[in-house]
């Protein structure tokens, strides 16, 4: 068996050799070989720069946003929030609490005109620094930065909201918020005293921080919060901690997880993902169908071969395999060089910054090039079973040739 095998091999190898001799039917070769690397070259960047975006924006947001946040339903701040911060504190798979204050109002420049609209997040830096790393993301301090306080009538800006309304380190802003008895808002003057980038465009055009203590006494919520920022070991595991924190606060608590409040931008990644693998797929598929019509070409021209081959003692499942086995020459050749390109283009995006993306219009700045080792095998095993099938029906179509007719007219 292992002989006949070799032979099989051996004589679909020659056939492909002896191609060279004819323009055409190198041509249809180098076709179909060319289609399938390129179609597995394309996946493998594609699904990269798919798994990228998706892993370099889940890393951004969970620089800025806590794995589980516990706000009441209503909306109202919590009087009572260290009795539900020691029961939080319960769970073993917390890492660390710390409460907040969101308020949203308008700010701009003392000596400025541009005005915006702006999301204050009041915090205990030291705290939130220990887990979001803070202080990685700033990249203007004043010298008198604290590093472990914000600090009274202090505030963190995002890059780009310090952009839009032309302030630096140093300079003053006023903060306006609405007043619901005299419908007047209120304003107070803040000293700048860092600014943060996260990479998240959206993120770093509309927040601030200030310190916690200092919120409290702004917004007039002594000893009072309007959330907890909870950290745990695993962030994977966000969605099992936080059904286990609502069964433990109960109403009118409730848990909102990282992948909750991102839900809408991964299944849209998710969807794109699949999207683009079904659509390139398709020039895989247009390969397959370039190698049937290679093999049923060489069928043809070899007609008065396989005749002989029968003669001499060959069965037709053994001629079959000939031609199929060129198939599947061809498909592996063609899979290969995709495997390698597709790599190797892929590497060559990741460490050298060839597309600079505009700022504006995406989360980040730069092609983010993620090789998931599972989907380079997905594609090169979907890719294989194409060229498999395709190598099906010529190797059956040859099954099927009477020698006699084949030596007479071939």
Known sequence: MNNILSVEFFVALRYLKARRKNFF???TT???LGGTALGVAVLII???????FQSDIRRKILGIQSHIMVTRIDGR??????QIKRKIDNNKNILSISPFIFRQGIIRGLNSKSTTGILVKAINYESENKMLNFSNQIIFSDINFDWKKIGGKSIILGSELAKNISVNVGDRVILMFPDNVFNIPKMYEFFVSAIVQSGMYD????IGFVDLEEGQKLFLMQNEVTGLDVYINNFYDALKVSLQLQKDLSYPYMTKTWIEMNKNLFSALKLEKIMMFLILLLIIIVAAFNIVSNLLLLSFQK?????????????????SKIFFYEGLIVGFIGIFLGFISGLL?????KWFNVFKLPKGVYYIDKLPITIVPMDVVM?????FIITVTAGIYPAYQVSKLDPLEAIRYG
């Not at 701040?77 to 260290?82: A, D, H, L, Q, R």
């Not at 005749?307 to 003692?313: D, F, N, P, Q, V």
């Not at 594609?379 to 890719?383: D, H, K, N, R």
Request: charged share 10%.
């Open 25 to 27: 039917s190198i041509l």
């Open 30 to 32: 180098f076709i179909a």
């Open 46 to 52: 594609t699904l990269a720069v798919m798994s990228g």
């Open 77 to 82: 701040s919590f009087k009572n929030y260290v």
């Open 203 to 206: 993120f770093d055009s509309s």
């Open 303 to 319: 007609s008065r071969d396989i005749g002989i081959m029968s003669a001499i003692g060959f069965s037709r499942l053994s001629i």
């Open 345 to 349: 283009i892929s590497f060559i995006l």
């Open 379 to 383: 594609v090169v095993s979907v890719a």
